[in-house]
């Protein structure tokens, strides 16, 4: 069975449309939030190529985030490499949305 741990990360309203945001998590390493149409996404915040934050060294194009870096860059709702230099995909959070707070679930194995 897999243990699976839910992560507040704060209120749905200090997301902003299309504006990538980081956020510190106690005792990991920093995820991004993206808010798009409405829609909460998640991701690691270090980008797999290099040593960029996404949160803040990233520009969100759709579902689209782009590594300012070396533009490389990630679909948000799947992790999958869209454009090199990126070769490895960036990790992705389930999300939920309850009371106005954002959740993430991340599993004790590092796998979700
Ligand atoms: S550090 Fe992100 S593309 Fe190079």
Redesign the pocket.
Known sequence: MTDVTEIALGPLASLTEGAPTRINITGRPPVCAYLVDGQVYVTDNA??????S?GD??ELDGFTI????????FDIRTGEVL????NRPLRTYPVTVRDGQVWIAISAAGED
């Open positions: 980008c797999t190529h290099g040593d960029a996404l060294e990233g782009v590594c300012l870096y070396h533009d490389g860059a454009n090199p230099p990126c």
